[in-house]
């Protein structure tokens, strides 16, 4: 049993260079090629992945471990493969304000996928190893996602560091484009006023309607699929794959929704504010040049007349 907890940590330890190769091909790679993007994502999702190594678990410890094994294996397929493609695809088709929404999702998934990474690393400290180089992995990880935490808040909270961000992960198009969106709203407040409510109610519905009907129907066609094995081989009765299902649906969805709506609100408030930021910072009158810029010493001359 030790072997196969030592094996889990590796994998769980290369979770880590996971998501910083997840950040490599959707920030830079996919400008230059979408298959490449899309095939590296899919790749390192699929085989870096724990429940890949709890499916060789079930199997070789399971007394019935068919179908279970195979409901994990369809469901890591199908989510890795329909995941990478989506999100490759979505960046590479909305490259411009879409992918702060995107990335500040991303960032909250990576937040979640750490603290439960650093879960597992506590249960494993505590209880099955004792190596010498545990604790440096353990403190490699924990400053990790401190680092993770540190740049997703202070992502949302500042708007310098959505230039940064923009500059050091986004391609270069998606960052012209955003100063080009902020400039327009800031010499034209009306129309900050006017469609930025729609362009988020529509943005909220896409996102919400399609990726959550995405992620249901992922999950009902692996349990689809096992349960026709199941019925081919008689050898998991129906209802414990249900109780898989449910586990899987209730872990799934939740990640799923807390991530969708902690990211969107929030980029939704930082975007707000760097807007009212922009055009208030606009309407303040600039009085280097006296009679043609600054309105206020006009309007105060004509007073005074």
């Not at 410890?61 to 994990?72: C, D, G, I, Q, V």
């Not at 012209?176 to 969106?181: E, M, P």
């Not at 009306?190 to 943005?203: D, H």
Request: charged share 5%; aromatic share 32%; net charge positive.
């Amino acid at each position: 049993m030790e072997f196969f907890f030592f094996v889990y940590y590796v994998i769980s330890t290369l979770k880590i260079f996971h998501i910083l190769f997840i950040f490599t091909s959707y920030f830079i790679l996919f400008p230059f090629s979408f298959f490449l993007s899309f095939f590296l994502s899919f790749f390192l999702s699929f085989f870096v992945r724990p429940s890949i190594f709890f499916l060789f678990l079930f199997h070789i410890y399971s007394k019935h471990p068919f179908s279970f094994s195979f409901f994990l294996l369809v469901h890591s397929f199908i989510h890795s493969f329909i995941h990478s493609f989506i999100y490759s695809f979505v960046f590479f088709f909305f490259l411009s304000f879409f992918q702060s929404l995107f990335f500040s999702l991303l960032l909250f998934r990576l937040s979640l996928s750490f603290s439960f990474f650093l879960f597992h690393r506590l249960f494993i400290f505590h209880f099955h190893f004792h190596f010498h180089f545990h604790s440096l992995i353990f403190l490699c990880c924990l400053t990790l996602y401190l680092i993770f935490i540190s740049f997703s808040f202070f992502r949302f909270l500042s708007s310098s560091s959505v230039l940064f961000l923009f500059v050091f992960f986004s391609p270069f198009l998606s960052f012209l484009f955003f100063l080009l969106l902020r400039s327009v709203f800031s010499f034209f407040p009306f129309l900050s006023s006017t469609f930025l409510p729609f362009i988020y109610i529509l943005l909220f519905l896409y996102l919400f309607i399609f990726l959550f009907l995405l992620h249901f129907l992922f999950l009902l066609l692996s349990l689809s699929l096992s349960l026709s094995l199941s019925f081919f081989h008689f050898v998991v009765p129906i209802f414990t794959l249900l109780l898989f299902f449910l586990i899987f649906l209730i872990i799934d969805m939740s990640s799923f929704f807390l991530s969708f709506f902690l990211s969107f609100f929030l980029s939704f408030f930082l975007f707000k504010s760097t807007l009212i930021n922009t055009t208030t910072n606009q309407l303040k009158p600039s009085c280097t040049h006296r009679i043609i810029i600054c309105p206020v010493s006009i309007t105060k001359s004509i007073q005074d007349v």
